[in-house]
């Protein structure tokens, strides 16, 4: 009979920095909402989305600013839908199986209707090199009304009650509610 002895080996090496070398820049130095982490903010009236997609060093910039645009499109959906599911899931127990369908639609990016009102104001490149790769950052911010996210808010709501009639229930007894409350003096 065999011995069965478990061997260990432990790997053990140095976590060396890569060196990030900035080849090329649109400007001297990175605008603030370039290094900030946030995805999106409210200044004023407006909603603020940043996005960040990163290509190779021999791909076209203005296909990276495409896919960055994209991606602060698919910010917007992805932050209404979680708000949505938020305010649902406070409202009632949890979601049908179609609400979560149509929820799971609108962050996948099948969300049928359309992003309106929304402007990408400001567009950052940094070209770069670590380890010897060469690689591209694409930095896009956008704005959005507050009226206009709201008005995309309720399109995905409504798309949602009519998947789940539950949802439809609670949202006619709140505008019943809020209207009969309106009008008592």
């Given at each position: 009979m065999?011995?069965?002895?478990?061997?260990?080996v432990?790997?053990?090496?140095?976590?060396t920095?890569?060196?990030?070398?900035?080849?090329?820049?649109?400007?001297?130095?990175?605008?603030?909402?370039v290094?900030?982490?946030?995805?999106?903010?409210?200044?004023?009236?407006?909603?603020?989305?940043r996005?960040?997609?990163?290509?190779?060093?021999?791909?076209?910039?203005?296909?990276c600013?495409?896919?960055a645009?994209i991606?602060v499109?698919?910010?917007?959906?992805?932050?209404?839908?979680?708000?949505?599911?938020?305010q649902?899931?406070?409202a009632?127990e949890?979601?049908?199986?179609?609400?979560?369908?149509?929820?799971?639609?609108?962050r996948?990016?099948e969300?049928?209707?359309?992003?309106?009102?929304?402007?990408?104001?400001?567009?950052?490149?940094?070209?770069?090199?670590?380890?010897?790769?060469e690689?591209?950052?694409c930095?896009v911010?956008?704005?959005?009304?507050?009226?206009?996210?709201?008005a995309?808010?309720?399109?995905?709501?409504?798309?949602?009650?009519?998947?789940?009639?539950?949802?439809?229930?609670?949202?006619?007894?709140?505008a019943?509610?809020?209207?009969?409350?309106?009008?008592?003096?």
């Amino acid at each position: 009979m065999k011995k069965f002895i478990p061997i260990f080996v432990l790997l053990t090496g140095c976590a060396t920095s890569q060196q990030r070398q900035v080849l090329e820049s649109q400007s001297a130095g990175r605008p603030e909402w370039v290094v900030s982490t946030k995805v999106s903010w409210v200044t004023g009236d407006q909603v603020n989305f940043r996005s960040q997609y990163t290509i190779r060093g021999d791909e076209r910039p203005n296909g990276c600013f495409q896919l960055a645009r994209i991606e602060v499109k698919e910010a917007l959906l992805r932050e209404v839908a979680e708000d949505l599911r938020g305010q649902i899931d406070s409202a009632q127990e949890g979601l049908s199986e179609s609400a979560e369908l149509a929820l799971t639609q609108v962050r996948s990016s099948e969300f049928g209707g359309k992003v309106t009102g929304m402007r990408f104001t400001e567009q950052y490149i940094e070209r770069y090199a670590t380890s010897g790769v060469e690689r591209i950052d694409c930095f896009v911010l956008a704005e959005i009304r507050k009226s206009d996210y709201d008005a995309i808010k309720r399109q995905v709501l409504y798309k949602i009650a009519a998947a789940d009639p539950d949802i439809k229930r609670i949202m006619k007894n709140r505008a019943i509610k809020f209207f009969a409350t309106e009008s008592s003096p």
